[in-house]
């Protein structure tokens, strides 16, 4: 006798049942967009990106599979980063690395800490894993207190955006360096926007076996459409991440792009002086508009106003075709995050502001 379909119990598992997936901003594939609501670079990337994907088109090496470590690129990235290839791991954008991170580390019922708000993503990994998510508030400046540190048995992994998002805001190496010391887990700083901050944490990975930085091409090489992310880590901690990672997980195209991408620092450093320099002055606007806006060391900034909701904002730029996202945290508030975007845009934008 079979059992009737309505006693069988779920085909999922409880763990996903429960959890809500990560919803990206908006991706409108029609029409005539100013996007400035995902942090996308506003640039095209390294001309050198597309001579290497026009190379490793042609011919036969798409017939094979890929290079399952990405060789290459772990040669030039170790020059440019200042460590050993074996120190690198590569994956389909920072967020593979994300989910690699955390099915490493972290078992069903154990812990990830995390600051609050900043990427909600970290929250939907440990709900994929069946873990528990222990969010530590920022404080209203946007710094940790030393609660990020407390001790807590079933605690396998902390993660801190550094640049935060939505704040655009960093915590200094040595912080997070104190933070990592009093903490018994592995720490992962997430770097996706560390190419337009002022510092960032490599070195404390040399300093301590237990702390990764994980860095995104997304961002400042403009190669969000291509996917393509690392993490720096000592061998140690690598060697077991890459029994978690698929086993190619970076295609041919990604890792000749990414390599050509990273051998050109020189456009590296224009784009982001260009991006740092557009920053400063929407920055600077937002604020004779009355908002509040943090110190920005990443590729967008966060605003609030004293008086203002935020929402009509948000609806009124996205009914004249410019798109900002407005994110909501429940306990801490609402606000506008805002993509630097070219100097065009950003007029275009601030004229329908000043409407406002």
């Given at each position: 006798?079979?059992?009737?379909?309505?006693?069988?119990?779920?085909?999922?598992?409880?763990?996903?049942?429960?959890?809500?997936?990560?919803?990206?901003?908006?991706?409108?594939?029609?029409?005539?967009?100013?996007?400035?609501?995902?942090?996308?670079?506003?640039?095209?990337?390294?001309?050198?990106?597309?001579?290497?994907?026009?190379?490793?088109?042609?011919?036969?090496?798409?017939?094979?599979?890929?290079?399952?470590?990405?060789?290459?690129?772990?040669?030039?990235?170790?020059?440019?980063?200042?460590?050993?290839?074996?120190?690198?791991?590569?994956?389909?954008?920072?967020d593979d690395i994300l989910t690699i991170l955390v099915r490493t580390f972290v078992g069903e019922g154990e812990c990830l800490?995390?600051?609050?708000?900043?990427?909600?993503?970290?929250?939907?990994?440990?709900?994929?894993?069946?873990?528990?998510?222990?969010?530590?508030?920022?404080?209203?400046?946007?710094?940790?207190?030393?609660?990020?540190?407390?001790?807590?048995?079933?605690?396998?992994?902390?993660?801190?955006?550094?640049?935060?998002?939505?704040?655009?805001?960093?915590?200094?190496?040595?912080?997070?360096?104190?933070?990592?010391?009093?903490?018994?887990?592995?720490?992962?700083?997430?770097?996706?926007?560390?190419?337009?901050?002022?510092?960032?944490?490599?070195?404390?990975?040399?300093?301590?076996?237990?702390?990764?930085?994980?860095?995104?091409?997304?961002?400042?090489?403009?190669?969000?459409?291509?996917?393509?992310?690392?993490?720096?880590?000592?061998?140690?901690?690598?060697?077991?991440?890459?029994?978690?990672?698929?086993?190619?997980?970076?295609?041919?195209?990604?890792?000749?792009a990414a390599t050509a991408a990273i051998d050109d620092q020189a456009w590296l450093a224009e784009n982001r002086s260009k991006?740092?320099?557009?920053?400063?002055?929407?920055?600077?606007?937002?604020?004779?508009?009355?908002?509040?806006?943090?110190?920005?060391q990443a590729n967008f900034v966060w605003c609030t106003h004293p008086d203002r909701p935020h929402r009509p904002f948000y609806?009124?730029?996205?009914?004249?075709?410019?798109?900002?996202?407005?994110?909501?945290?429940?306990?801490?508030?609402?606000?506008?995050?805002?993509?630097?975007?070219?100097?065009?845009?950003?007029?275009?934008?601030?004229?329908?502001?000043?409407?406002?």
């Amino acid at each position: 006798m079979t059992t009737p379909p309505t006693a069988r119990r779920p085909l999922v598992r409880p763990a996903i049942l429960a959890i809500d997936g990560y919803v990206p901003g908006e991706q409108p594939q029609g029409g005539k967009w100013i996007k400035l609501n995902t942090n996308e670079n506003p640039y095209p990337p390294s001309p050198a990106v597309g001579r290497a994907l026009a190379a490793t088109a042609s011919g036969r090496t798409l017939a094979k599979y890929p290079d399952p470590m990405a060789t290459a690129f772990r040669r030039r990235a170790a020059e440019v980063l200042g460590v050993d290839p074996e120190w690198i791991l590569c994956g389909n954008g920072s967020d593979d690395i994300l989910t690699i991170l955390v099915r490493t580390f972290v078992g069903e019922g154990e812990c990830l800490r995390m600051p609050y708000p900043s990427y909600i993503l970290y929250r939907t990994l440990a709900g994929i894993q069946g873990a528990r998510c222990d969010e530590v508030a920022y404080r209203p400046d946007w710094t940790l207190g030393d609660e990020f540190a407390a001790a807590a048995d079933d605690l396998r992994l902390a993660i801190i955006a550094n640049p935060n998002s939505p704040s655009g805001t960093v915590l200094p190496p040595e912080r997070l360096a104190d933070l990592a010391g009093r903490l018994d887990c592995a720490v992962v700083v997430d770097e996706a926007y560390g190419d337009f901050a002022e510092t960032n944490c490599l070195s404390l990975v040399k300093a301590n076996p237990r702390i990764i930085v994980t860095r995104s091409f997304s961002k400042s090489y403009a190669l969000a459409g291509l996917r393509f992310g690392f993490a720096v880590a000592q061998p140690a901690i690598i060697e077991q991440m890459l029994k978690v990672k698929d086993s190619y997980n970076c295609d041919a195209l990604s890792i000749a792009a990414a390599t050509a991408a990273i051998d050109d620092q020189a456009w590296l450093a224009e784009n982001r002086s260009k991006i740092i320099a557009t920053r400063t002055r929407l920055t600077d606007a937002m604020r004779r508009l009355g908002f509040t806006v943090q110190p920005s060391q990443a590729n967008f900034v966060w605003c609030t106003h004293p008086d203002r909701p935020h929402r009509p904002f948000y609806e009124a730029l996205k009914a004249q075709g410019i798109l900002v996202r407005f994110m909501n945290y429940a306990g801490w508030g609402d606000g506008l995050r805002i993509t630097v975007g070219t100097d065009e845009e950003i007029d275009a934008f601030l004229t329908v502001m000043k409407t406002l």
